[in-house]
C-alpha cells in the first residue's frame, strides 16, 4: 500500500488557478495516505487553491510551492514553514528582463498578474494568471508557442536556469536544479518516506512539461488528462 500520494495542481486536481471543488475535496479527505501537492505556484495560491477546502474536512496535507522550492505542512493547528529556497535580486532582474525582451519580440500584450515574482520563481503567465479558463485553454494547447518561448529564453538567460512550460499559459522559470524533482526528493528526505512507497499524479508529464522532471525520480508516476481523469483513476486505485 503507497503511503504517498503526490499531486500537481493546476489540470490534476483542479481547474487553472481554482480551489479543488467539493467531490475532490471530499475523496482526497478520505484516503488515509500522506497528500502532497507540488506545484509550479506559490504557498499563499496553494491554500487558497487547495488547503481551504481541504481544511473543511479537517484533512492535514503538504503544499511544495513553486516546483518544489518551498515546503510547508498544513493542518488544523497551522501552516507550517518546512524549508524555502529563494533566487537572488540580480537573476531575477536578469530573468523579468529577458520576459520583458520575449514580450517585445514576440509583440505579447501586457496582462495584469503577467510575470510573478513568487521569491524562490518567477511565472510567466501569458494572458494573466486570472485569465478566464477557456480563453487560457485555446491560448496554446499544442505548446507550439510555449516551447519557442522557452526556446529563445534558454539563449537569452545562457541556460542558467531551469525554464519550463507549465499549467495551461504559463512559463515557469527556477534556478538550475530546482524543479519538481527536487521537490519530491527533498520532501522524501525530510520526512524519511521511501520513494517505492510514492505515487505522482500529473498533467503535464511530456517532455518539457513542467511534470516531466518526476520521471528522474523513482516514484511511479501516473498521467491524467484532467481533473475528473485523476478522480476516477483514485477511485480505481483506493476503493472506498
Excluded at 525530510?190 to 517505492?196: D, F, M, N
Excluded at 520521471?215 to 476516477?232: G, I, M, Q
Amino acid at each position: 500500500m503507497s503511503k504517498v500520494l503526490f499531486f500537481d495542481v493546476d489540470g490534476t486536481v483542479t481547474e487553472s488557478c481554482k480551489p479543488i471543488n467539493h467531490f475532490m475535496a471530499k475523496y482526497l479527505s478520505s484516503l488515509s495516505q500522506d497528500l502532497v501537492f507540488i506545484s509550479g505556484t506559490d504557498a499563499i495560491e496553494l491554500q487558497r487553491m487547495v488547503s481551504a477546502p481541504l481544511m473543511k474536512m479537517y484533512k492535514s496535507h503538504y503544499l511544495l510551492g513553486c516546483s518544489g522550492a518551498t515546503g510547508h505542512f498544513v493542518s488544523e493547528h497551522g501552516v507550517v514553514p518546512l524549508w524555502d529556497t529563494t533566487l537572488c535580486t540580480k537573476d531575477k532582474q536578469d530573468i523579468i528582463s529577458s520576459l520583458q525582451k520575449l514580450m517585445k519580440k514576440y509583440s505579447i500584450p501586457k496582462h495584469d498578474h503577467q510575470i510573478l515574482d513568487r521569491k524562490s520563481q518567477v511565472t510567466f503567465s501569458i494572458l494573466g494568471r486570472f485569465a478566464n479558463a477557456d480563453v487560457k485553454a485555446t491560448y496554446d494547447p499544442d505548446q507550439k508557442k510555449r516551447k519557442e518561448f522557452v526556446k529563445y529564453l534558454a539563449g537569452l538567460l545562457n541556460n542558467k536556469f531551469e525554464i519550463r512550460i507549465g499549467g495551461t499559459t504559463s512559463i515557469d522559470i527556477t534556478p538550475k536544479g530546482l524543479d519538481k524533482a527536487y521537490g519530491i526528493i527533498k520532501f522524501l528526505q525530510e520526512s524519511h518516506h521511501i520513494a517505492k512507497d510514492c505515487y505522482f499524479f500529473g498533467d503535464q508529464l511530456q517532455v518539457g512539461g513542467n511534470d516531466y522532471p518526476v520521471k528522474k525520480t523513482a516514484v511511479t508516476w501516473l498521467s491524467v488528462n484532467d481533473p475528473e481523469d485523476c478522480l476516477n483513476m483514485l477511485r480505481r486505485m483506493f476503493k472506498s
